[in-house]
């Protein structure tokens, strides 16, 4: 009787420990849900709370389209998405490109675009163009009290949906005490809840603006005469260029995860105004991108060595902030029909 009573007290002691279980899991679950709910309702209002910038749009209209529908995935610095023209890409190749490029993006963080990316898209080819792949440290701020703190990386990291990328992007590039600063972008935009304007410039953009935006965005005018004379004074300079360790070991990171989605990878330096060129020692440029791009078994397309392929010529450069390089509407076509070629064979 005794070993029976102590059966039954084991019996109602072990159901009450997997009721209590049970329960601690169940408001677990619940505590998990609700703060996800909280956090997208906040991404929601920051939506037409926050400036919405190129690089947040560019990431809008990437979600916006059908599955799986992008053969073509072009990624990058400025020089990416002022470059290479999606609609000649398609016209020569017949397949659909898009441009997720952001202004002074890093491999870093082009390697979290990327697998954000390919949530939604199945690429058959990623262009990487390789301007962004030295030193360019973006994440790193000019604030020396706030040094993880940069626009151009937070504009990525906004226009990405809440997720585990999201997470891993976040923890990678800023420091521990600032990762509530970069998840939640409503505390850095709450004030606007005034000005109707933007709020109704983001209102226009996601009712009718989405589906025609494109990340495609070349200049629109041809170098001025004096920017053309500032770069003809510009002072040589013969350092060996050099590529920061962490473009280097997301580089490689980025190449990988390429090779697991079974992506062709490929990289291409859009051309820049030869007047620079000639200023810097491009050549131990070309040759350390060249060796990183061997490395990995990729090619590796330098169009500041085709000038006379591509048909290139001075006034096809634009300038307007007299230190970076980007192409024109008629440069960029001219460079997107050679590397179309260049593809198809």
């Not at 973006?138 to 990291?157: F, L, M, R, V």
């Not at 004074?233 to 390429?258: G, R, W």
Request: aromatic letters at 12%; proline letters at 2%; one cysteine or more.
């Amino acid at each position: 009787m005794v070993m029976l009573q102590e059966k039954v007290s084991e019996y109602m002691e072990q159901r009450m420990k997997k009721k209590e279980v049970k329960k601690k899991f169940k408001k677990t679950i619940f505590g998990v849900i609700a703060f996800w709910v909280v956090v997208e309702s906040m991404e929601l209002i920051s939506d037409f709370l926050y400036p919405q910038n190129d690089i947040i749009r560019n990431w809008q209209s990437f979600y916006a389209l059908e599955e799986n529908s992008v053969d073509i995935l072009i990624v990058g610095s400025s020089h990416a998405y002022s470059s290479f023209n999606p609609e000649i890409l398609g016209e020569n190749l017949g397949q659909q490109a898009y441009v997720l490029a952001s202004s002074s993006q890093n491999v870093t963080q082009t390697y979290f675009n990327v697998k954000e990316a390919i949530k939604y898209q199945k690429p058959e080819m990623l262009i990487l163009e390789t301007f962004g792949i030295d030193n360019n440290n973006n994440w790193q701020g000019e604030n020396e009290e706030t040094p993880d703190k940069n626009w151009k990386k937070e504009s990525n990291i906004d226009g990405m949906r809440l997720g585990i990328v999201k997470l891993e992007a976040i923890a990678e590039q800023y420091l521990p005490e600032n990762w509530c600063y970069a998840l939640f972008k409503i505390a850095r935009c709450h004030g606007n809840w005034k000005d109707t304007q933007l709020i109704m410039s983001n209102y226009d953009f996601f009712k009718n603006g989405i589906d025609q935006y494109s990340g495609f965005r070349p200049s629109e005018s041809v170098m001025s005469e004096e920017t053309m004379k500032q770069y003809e004074e510009m002072a040589e300079t013969h350092s060996e260029y050099k590529i920061c360790e962490e473009n280097e070991t997301y580089y490689h990171k980025l190449a990988q995860l390429c090779r697991e989605n079974e992506m062709k990878l490929y990289m291409i330096m859009a051309p820049m105004y030869d007047g620079y060129i000639k200023k810097i020692n491009y050549e131990s440029r070309y040759q350390q991108i060249a060796a990183l791009a061997q490395s990995e078994g990729v090619e590796y397309l330098d169009c500041n060595k085709l000038y006379d392929e591509i048909g290139l010529d001075a006034t096809d450069f634009e300038d307007a902030f007299n230190s970076y390089h980007h192409l024109n509407r008629q440069g960029a076509d001219k460079v997107t029909t050679y590397v179309a070629e260049v593809l198809k064979k």
